[in-house]
Nanobody, 115 residues
Framework: QVQLVESGGGLVQPGGSLRLSCAASGSMSRFNVMGWYRQAPEKSRELVATITTSGSTIYADSVKGRFTISRDNAKNTVFLQMNSLNVGDTAVYYC?????????WGQGTQVTVSS
């Protein structure tokens, strides 16, 4: 079974930047989709961005132009560069991996945007 380990969360001021990383360990299929979701207090988990092994990306409208998702297939790692952060971005960010019919989640990393 694949394990996902996230890192890079923390506290940042409005307008600041953070970079999240998620490393997958275990057997990976040649084609898979990795991504980031987030869940703010009292809200449902929502898509932030996804990227396929070939580099195709999808972004939530709320983060377009501010966040960039990328991946290193050789290291089975996905990154989320977050710029121009605002208080609305405060949430627990979860790494997600989809392979075939299976979906796995990381443990989550807290991102707090506050002055």
């Amino acid at each position: 079974q694949v394990q996902l380990v996230e890192s890079g969360g923390g506290l940042v001021q409005p307008g600041g930047s953070l970079r999240l990383s998620c490393a997958a360990s275990g057997s990976m299929s040649r084609f898979n989709v990795m991504g980031w979701y987030r869940q703010a207090p009292e809200k449902s988990r929502e898509l932030v961005a996804t990227i396929t092994t070939s580099g195709s990306t999808i972004y939530a409208d709320s983060v377009k132009g501010r966040f960039t998702i990328s991946r290193d297939n050789a290291k089975n790692t996905v990154f989320l560069q977050m710029n121009s952060l605002n208080v609305g971005d405060t949430a627990v960010y979860y790494c997600n991996l989809r392979m075939g019919f299976t979906t796995q989640w990381g443990q989550g990393t807290q991102v707090t945007v506050s002055s």
